[in-house]
């Protein structure tokens, strides 16, 4: 929120008669109330949280937007006498929103009931704190107005006596420099200031000097000390204070002496005019941050990191008009604010380091680099998983995608996998309903805090840490390959059964197997009817073989958010005569209770990280690699299998957010050489299977809704279609140039 100049002045010259007769108890009030009011401002912007010290009441505004590493400590304003911890929350939350840093503000003692020394002090344990927390001096920067001003000069001024290193920079507002009151300003601006008189200052100087301070000491009148040595400076003054002549002073006196000192007066402006946040002075806050990247900042630094084990296959197989990308999804109830979940991500995607990047080319291997700032929103194309270009994937390795009221994230696979996908996804929805309906949502359910550090463990490549000594072999004979007319280059088609969960899941207890093992057992089923249409002859059949991917974090200690799956493939061999639903959920159960075990698992993925580590292949070029793990992926990838079945399971969150969101989906892209691929996920009571396919036909999704009906399972079916061939099912669609999909 920004205020005109015309109607601030108004306001504090209607008040300006009554300040120099309330008391401190009444102004020490009022000024708390001006904190609570700024920092309600930029409360969407910045996290702030009390600071534990054993003496000192202190508090960090963290911004959403932290574009750079460094810490500001923030000193108030208020004659010595007056601010406590809720106003200096307030314009620390200012800093921090508008530059973009970390803020530390002190709620320092006050006079008179502690005269000088006791303000300096606390600042000095201010100071050395963040050094004790390891904020180097060259990354500190100082800042206050008015008194806190020239406390951030009588502060250097002790560091220097104490032999202690001095900040990187002071940002003094309308510092009050001299309590002696000896500059001509007083006069000649008696009448123009409407926020400041001479008699407060005189009875804030008594405060805080008491009986036996000397205000013409430099601790507390920085005017006469030796200013020779001390940081850079960046001062704001209003042309119209009774304070001018210190500013003007101080910043003659510190060139003079050899310092760096840039001097902002903003005519006809009055004390402290800065706070305020006026709209037509919002070019003060932008020197800061020029001066804030001259002496004390730096850019964030950027995390990278090496693919994870399962990662490196992927930009090694891409094809010209193929990357493997997934999607998952949230339709809300309302339709998406652009600009509040644009500043949700901004919060979001520096929590996410592995997943919010670029991926990079090295000499021999690819990495991931993490990216600066969240990418834009994308408009939604006629179809999801729309392809991407490479050279995209360089830049940002996922994107953010509205639609009305859905908002949909697709991720390169080499980034995560669906798990570690669908934590982004909630954490980045927690942040917008936070945002969105000041709601707060408790980290849980897979909700991560969005402000705090990521944790090394989250980064971690599992595969490596938990492979084994005994390799399984994972040969597999080549699958029937469903005959199709393919469309147009990048056309993808959706279909999506909503089933009612309970239903499903009374069906599968039924047959005693799991809800996972029926899903499979229904594709097998529709494959093996689909094959006996195109391929009538049992003798010229193939084995039918689905890819049911296994989160790996349920079977090894794991939370990391890089990909972290393995794959099991249940099959039937058709040429044996054709299979019953129930034979072949019993096969599947029994297959997957074969493989799914922590040693089996295991000792299928330790070959790709043995060969990972083979010294000759680490020294190996990439394009040698490419061309190697290209070929395999060709040769013994897609040839073993059908399509994947890939069920996330049961989406869960926190209460608070559920009355916000309506539904999730979870789109698979097609494979490089296979038409067909199925995601599959529960959400409130409804089973939601996206089936997606860039054919012509839709004889997958035929033969699925046949099994269902055999079964006697309602299924609702909507498409991306605007028209479709009439298979028998209840058909909701929407045309693709809307993408109701």
Known sequence: MEFSEKLVRKQLERMQPLLASQSIEH?????????????????????????????????????????RDGMILYLHGGGYTCGGLDYAKGFASVLAAECGVKVTCLAYRLAPENPFPAALEDALDAYRHLLSKGYLPERITLCGESAGGGLCYALCYKLRELRLPLPSGIIAISPWIDLTMSGASIAYNKENDPSLCLEQLESYAKC???????????????????????????????????????????????????????????????????????????????????????????????????????????????????????????????????????????????RFPSIAVRLCRGFFWYYL???????????????????????????CALRVIVYGKRVAVEFYHALTDG???????????????????????????GVLDRHEEPRASEMEDSFSKYAGKVSLNRNASTVYKLKCTPEPVGVRHLTTFVLDVDVVRALSKQMGVSLTVLIASCMLKALQGLQNEQIPDKKKQRTIRVVVPVNLRNLFPSDTLRNFAHVVMPEIDPRMGDFELDEIASSVKHQLGLFVTEKNLQAMFTPNVRAERNPLLRVM??????????????????????????????????????????????????????????????????????????????????????????????ALVESNLSSMPDIGMKLKSEPKAESWY
């Open 208 to 350: 805080y000097t008491g009986e036996a301070a000397d205000p013409l000491s430099p601790l507390i009148s920085p005017l006469f000390g030796e200013t020779e040595g001390l940081p850079p400076s960046l001062i704001f003054v209003g042309g119209d204070e009774i304070l001018l002549d210190d500013s003007i002073r101080l910043h003659e006196k510190l060139i003079e002496s050899g310092c760096s000192s840039q001097l902002h007066v903003a005519e006809h402006l009055w004390h402290g005019y800065v706070l305020y946040c006026l709209k037509e002075h919002h070019r003060d806050f932008e020197a800061m941050d020029e001066f804030l990247i001259k002496t004390a900042t730096a850019p964030r630094k950027l995390r990278w990191m090496r693919l994870d084990n399962a990662a490196k296959i992927f930009p090694a197989a891409k094809r010209r008009h193929w990357n493997n990308y997934f999607r998952l999804s949230a339709t809300l109830f309302e339709a998406i604010d652009r600009a509040v979940l644009k500043s949700a991500m901004d919060v979001t995607m520096r």
């Open 27 to 67: 102004m020490r009030k009022a000024q708390d109330r001006v904190g609570a009011v700024l920092a309600g401002t930029k409360r969407k912007e910045v996290d702030i949280s009390d600071v534990s010290h054993p003496r000192l009441l202190l508090a960090l505004a963290s911004p959403h937007d932290e574009r």
């Open 419 to 445: 798990t570690g996908g669908m934590v982004f996804l909630k954490s980045l929805l927690a942040e917008y309903v936070e945002q969105k309906y000041g709601v707060r949502v408790p980290c849980e359910k």
């Open 621 to 714: 070029p990439l394009f040698v690699k490419n061309i190697a793990m290209k070929l395999i992926y060709d040769t013994v990838g897609e040839r073993t299998n059908c399509l994947n079945v890939s069920n996330l399971g049961a989406v869960e969150l926190p209460e608070e957010m559920k009355p916000f969101i309506d539904r999730f989906d979870f789109i698979l892209g097609v494979q490089a050489t296979k038409p067909n691929n199925c995601g599959v996920l529960s959400y409130n009571g409804k089973l939601y299977l996206n089936f997606i396919r860039n054919t012509v036909e839709p004889s997958l999704e035929r033969h699925f809704h046949a099994v269902l009906k055999e079964l006697c399972v309602p």
């Open 369 to 395: 680099e993490e990216i600066s700032a969240a990418p834009e929103i994308s408009e939604e194309q006629s179809w999801p998983l729309a392809h991407t270009p490479f050279d995209a994937i360089n830049k």
